[in-house]
């Protein structure tokens, strides 16, 4: 999604704002959504408490990530509307969306990456089978649709099918 998001920016509204608006207003709602409100408090809750108590060495890293989930989600919602400004007031405020848009997919796949990289790969050494299994179980229940593993739930089928349809190619399989 970030980087989908940063290739519409980089695309621009073209000869169809409405559509360009439209996809990427989405694009944020999801973000906002999913792992603001459903994938990060788990995080939060269940995983990172385990991995430290494995690996105090690691309450650094974690300390950051939950700052960055405490802030992810005022972020986000600064990005919407910065982008609802852009939409409203018109091209004047294009570079501040610009800017805070590259500035964020930059913060958060710095985030990732430190999941990824750091809390992850010691979570595999340090958490047990049972803890595995309840950890998998929590996160299953909101199943992100668009990592390909899961099906779309329901009460998110249409938001991703807007992203996909409207987006245009090769974002989505929307008008060019």
Known sequence: MLRSMTMMVEHGPGDNPEQFFDVLRAMLFYIDEFPERLHHPKESDLLFPRVVRASPSLMAAVQKLENDHINGEKAVRELQHLLLAWELLGEPRRPAFVAECNRYVKFYLEHMRLEETVILPEAEKVLTPAEWKELDAAFEKNCDPLAGKYSPDPAY?????????RAPAPIGLGDA
């Open 157 to 165: 089928d249409r938001l991703f099918t807007r992203i996909v349809m």
